[in-house]
């Protein structure tokens, strides 16, 4: 994991001290990096980037209006930029693919997913694709797939459980098991989720799928219940000295196994990927 360092102030100052680092700014192409994702600026680690075979699986949270759709596609656009160091890049919206079908046509890498029937069947062939390459990890005594990342987006988990009773019984059965089969087991065989909701709590997503995302995201979120069923507790919150109720667009809680930041995401137009793809034509993404 790159990650640039700043000069440290004590942890416990940062809620005091944190407003005038964290002005909301908008993303450059420039900012961009071969087999990096750019979270954003963090006030313990400057520019926090995470390499493609070091992602885990995240949980991104955050009410309506607290930017965390821009963020999802600041996320993406790096994504895109890497496409063809990845195998596959999979967008799940199954409130009718509005978020992502824009990027369907930049690449066949790009797959998007608009329905709970067409999840089913992309969660089987995942399903068989993890036990596909733990078998070659086997063979070549790998602990962690060290080729090309699957990286699957689904936006707002609780359309999901609005759409599952569309399944047969038994489907329906399925599709939730070969969720927590995924998230439990996939992470070393190169294929990662990052699962994003308004709502962190249980009446949203089950209690066992939100464990196995190890990564949490938490934007601004007013709800006491849900800010510490996606932190596991107040801790963090008070560390840092900050109220999540209260951040403003894009800033966010980053709580992963390396990272513990306060972080500002960067402002991302929705068409930004043109911008890079032209200034890289010659380089960049194939279809």
């Known amino acids: 994991m790159k990650i640039h360092k700043i000069n440290r102030l004590p942890f416990n100052k940062i809620g005091l001290m944190y407003k005038e680092p964290f002005n909301l700014y ?11 994702v750019f979270f954003g600026n963090g006030f ?41 160091n990845l195998d596959k890049l999979i967008l799940v919206d199954l409130k009718g693919g509005v978020e992502f079908l824009q990027y369907k046509p930049i690449s066949k890498k790009i797959i998007v997913i608009d329905s709970i029937t067409k999840l089913n069947n992309l969660l089987n062939k995942l399903v068989e694709e993890m036990e596909k390459r733990y078998k070659i ?6 602990k962690n797939w060290n080729d090309k990342q699957i990286i699957i987006f689904i936006d ?25 089969t ?8 190169g294929i990662k989720f990052f699962v994003a909701t308004q709502k962190g709590t249980s009446d949203s997503i089950d209690t066992t799928i939100r464990e196995n995302l190890q990564t949490k995201i938490l934007l601004r979120t007013i709800s006491k219940d849900g800010q510490r069923a996606v932190l596991g507790g107040n ?53």
Do not use: W
């Open 137 to 142: 990890m086997v063979n070549k005594g790998l």
């Open 26 to 36: 908008t993303f450059n192409y420039k900012q961009l990096k071969k087999d990096y």
């Open 182 to 189: 995924l998230l439990a087991k996939a992470r070393a065989s």
């Open 44 to 84: 313990k680690h400057k520019e926090i980037y995470i390499k493609l075979n070091e992602l885990t699986h995240y949980f991104i949270v955050g009410q309506s209006g607290s930017g965390k759709s821009v963020f999802q596609n600041l996320l993406i656009n790096n994504l895109i930029y890497n496409i063809n």
């Open 156 to 180: 707002e988990y609780a359309s999901i459980k609005d759409q599952e009773n569309l399944l047969e019984k038994d489907e329906k059965k399925e599709l939730n098991l070969n969720l927590r």
């Open 235 to 287: 801790e963090i919150i008070e560390e840092l000295g900050v109220n999540p109720a209260n951040f403003s667009k894009g800033r966010f809680i980053f709580y992963g196994e390396v990272v513990q930041d306060l972080v500002q995401s960067p402002f991302v137009e929705d068409d930004f990927y043109k911008v890079f793809l032209k200034q890289n034509e010659k380089k960049g993404v194939k279809k």
